[in-house]
């Protein structure tokens, strides 16, 4: 048989160090052997490593405070990721956790979505760093950097055996489509090189077949969007949907608009999508939807783009872990437990889907239950964070169990676990002023809210814990704080009515 023959078929079982093998034996045999086995293993190269351009990778602390691409500086609440709606409509931050920016934290982790994102300079450099939840100062230091170093010898030995220089040539290349492509696709991912693919791909559209290909066009935007290019990619990207609209390049396009920071444009881009004969009930554009909305923090929605989801893919496990986060935060631990039995059933595991479940069953009353799942869960993990996670949800069941004790303990093995766990410092803060210690107490709030500015839990304490000491200057400013951070918070509305009426009297 062809070797050439045994290298396609190595690659689409995608076996691709034994294609590479195979191509590397056509070429020690005979080195002027035509252009397949080059093409082969260019595909096997790439495909080693490529990755999902339709998902952004976190922005740097350099790229959000220096970027020149947002649209409008102050925008209003629910059009800007900057800026997302204050409530959930659920009751807001007092049923349904927030991070950073005030975006609810969603039911399923994805890239971008467990960050934090200050809105200045200084809270990006006081925002507590580690070695599993720091930002990194630029995405320049991601996974393009990384995914170039580790192809490098690679690219190297891709080099030294090309059979025939021409390949170098982008005018050679575009005379055979398969050859350009396969090309492209490796100056852009293994040899991380966009520039070197943006020339290429501005020739073969400059060819007679690559005139009118949707695929050129798309790809062209994808090396200015990789050059951060971001107008010149949402040109090419336009131009492509005009040859043909596909799912990929409304993917790609959308992120230009979220790059933007555009939501309602993104959202418009995907529904535009949904329209088309190809993106007609695409679950993947009804999951971005629904990534959209939730960014924004419009709870509601995102949970109806999930069960839309759903409706068309009833094993998708971020739908399944959203919608079952939003009943558990909307007093229905009944229907969250049996959505989280549901990814057990169909293959999803791992010590944060225990804890949820420990939690839901702790809340549906299911007492045996939850301790089970909780030992599960700390036998299964190795990760610090998700320990300090475990920890901190035992010691919540062990305060409404009436077992105080145990639930100090507990907070303290969380921020053993993660120092940088802020919720822990507030409940300890909480049983501390509840024995009386105020000074610990205001120690654990200052350090909740060094680690979390945006909890307003800890400002409305230490009102509290001033106007249990007589300072009403620093209660006022204690109270004012935390009706910024949450100002549907009942709590801090009163305190606040109580000290005008006094400060007027006086």
Known sequence: MDPSYIALAQLRRRKHKDCLETCENIFRNNPCTGLTPMVLKYHALSSEIIVDETELEDDGMAEIM?????????????????????????GGQAVHPTNLSGRPVTGFARVGTQSSRPLTMEAAVKTARSGTAARPLTNATGRSHRLATSSM????????????????????????????????????????DPTKALELAKVALKSKKGKNDWWWHAMVGMCHFRLNQVREAEENYLLSLQVRRTVLVTHFLANVHIKQDQPLRAIECYQQGLESPEGANDPTLTTAIARVYAAVGDNANAVAMYNAVLENDSTNAEAIACVAADCFYSDRPENALLLYRRLLQIGVSGPELLNNLGLSCFYAQQYDMAISCFERAISMTDDDTALAEIWYNIANVAINLGDIGLGYQCFKLAITCDPSHAEAYVNLGVLEHRKGN???????????????????????????????????????QSATNAHEVFGAHRGSQALLKDLRSLFAMV
């Open 66 to 90: 220096l970027d020149d691409n947002k649209i409008a500086d102050s925008a209003r609440p629910g059009t800007s990721f900057r800026k997302p709606l204050a409530s959930s409509g659920r």
């Open 153 to 192: 010898l690679n690219a190297e030995s891709v080099k030294m055996k090309t059979p025939n220089d021409a390949l170098e040539d982008p005018e050679f290349c575009v005379r055979y489509p398969a050859v350009a492509r396969a090309r492209f696709l490796y100056l852009l991912h293994v040899e991380n």
């Open 438 to 476: 105020l000074a610990p107490a205001m120690a654990h709030y200052d350090s909740a809210l060094r680690l979390a500015p945006q909890l307003y839990e800890p400002h409305y304490n230490k009102a509290v814990i001033c106007s249990t000491q007589g300072d009403m200057q620093g209660c006022f």
